[in-house]
Structures are given as C-alpha cells and as structure tokens.
C-alpha cells in the first residue's frame, strides 16, 4: 500500500555512484521520475511487483499469476477503451531527467515527468532486475506501480476507477512519490468523466490509512466489504441444478 507522505528538503547536485561488483546505484540530491502506462514489455516487472505486494501481506501462498496470464490480463489483442480494463501505470525513477516524451500522448496517456529533492541517499539494489526497458534510457528503474480498472454502479450514471493496489519498492517509500502515482489516477478519473476512485483501505496500516485520508479519500464505516470465494463460490457451479431447484 501507499506510504504516509513526507515531504522532501532541497539537498545537494546529483551524485551518482554505481558498482558493478554489487550491482547498486546511490542517488543523492534529486531523483527524476516518470509516471507511464505500462507495456507489455512490462510485463516481467509487473510480475515482480504484484509478487512483491503478496510477499509485503504475508500472502505469498495466495499469489497465483503467471507473465503468461498478467499478458492476456492486461494486454488483449483486442482491448477495452482505455482505463476501462485492467489498467497499470508504472512509475519510473532515474538519477538523470528524462526526456520530454517525443509523442504528445503514450496510447492515450501523456507521461507525467516530476522531479523530487532528497533529504536522504536513495539506493537502488536491483539494478539489472529492475531496469526500464521502455525505452534507450539506460538508467531508469521501475520504482512502483499503481493498478486500477473501472467499475460500475447503479448509484451513478458514469463509471467510476476501483484503485485495486499501489505499491512501492522498499527503497522509494516515504519519498512523496505516493501521492504522485495515487494523485495521477485520480486526475485521469477526473479528466475523462468517471465519478469516483475507491478501494480498500486496511485500518490495520495506519500510515497507509492517513495517507489516503490526506488524499481526500472518504472513508464509509457503515459498509463491511464482503467476498465470495474460494469453495464458497465453487458450490454455485458445482451444484447449479441444486440450486436452481431450490429457488423454483
């Protein structure tokens, strides 16, 4: 989940140290990112990340997905409209800026470019695990990503997101970068006529749940969220004719 926003104080000029021998790179002073839509050439690093966000909730047993099924999850050959199927966006972290993007828009998105000031080294332990393969920018790493779709509801006339998850790597929390990548679903919630961003907030991380009070988001404690699944949910298919019975 998202980290609690801190703010960043102006610091030093870049400074970039990288070893080869332990395969890091330390960036000091101002760190450049760029929020994108993802690719498919993504796709090992979502995988990683999704993993990583089970490994964080002690849910590694329930982590299910392949590169094969995150593909025909994410990138269909024949896609809804944009941001109304599953839809990632990653965000990308560099000790250099990155280059204005050459089109105005990425498959209907225009990379959003924001630079940050460090009050503390950022070091990137996965080098070669976590390079961005989006483009011949050779030192921008994949930091984080946020997951979302649209969803439905009699209550509204448009669709709203569901903001399924946001997630950073353990060395680019508390840096702000939360309320970039949380900030940016909500403006193209905003910008392309959907009603709402919601999701599930775990009252059990407090840092994450001031975070997105922070961001505006209302909390409804009259609601409980509820699940069909597992066995539960296998006894509607495996005794269809039972049930129909019953109800006639």
Known sequence: M????QQSTPSEAITTNSSSENNNVTI??????????????DLSHIYQLFYQ???YH????LYKATESSLEGLLFKENPLPLFYGPSV???????????????????????VLTTFDLKFPVVEGE???FRSKYDDKSDAYIAGYAFFYANYSCFYDKPGFYFESLYFRESYRKLGMGK???????SIAANNGFVSVEGIIAVWNKKSYDFYINMGVEIFDEFRYGKLHGEN??????????????NC
């Open 180 to 186: 970039l990548l949380f900030g940016t679903v909500a």
């Open 127 to 129: 080098v070669e695990e």
């Open 58 to 61: 002690n849910y590694t047993h």
């Open 89 to 111: 966006l990653l965000l990308e972290v560099s000790p250099t800026p990155f280059n204005e993007p050459k089109n105005t828009t990425d498959e209907g998105f225009k990379p």
């Open 233 to 246: 949910l296998q006894k509607y298919a495996d005794n269809k004719g039972e049930i129909e019975e019953a």
């Open 28 to 41: 000091t002073g101002k760190i450049y990112t760029r929020v994108r839509l993802a690719s498919k050439s």
């Open 53 to 55: 966000i089970h490994v």
């Open 2 to 5: 998202a980290p609690a926003l």
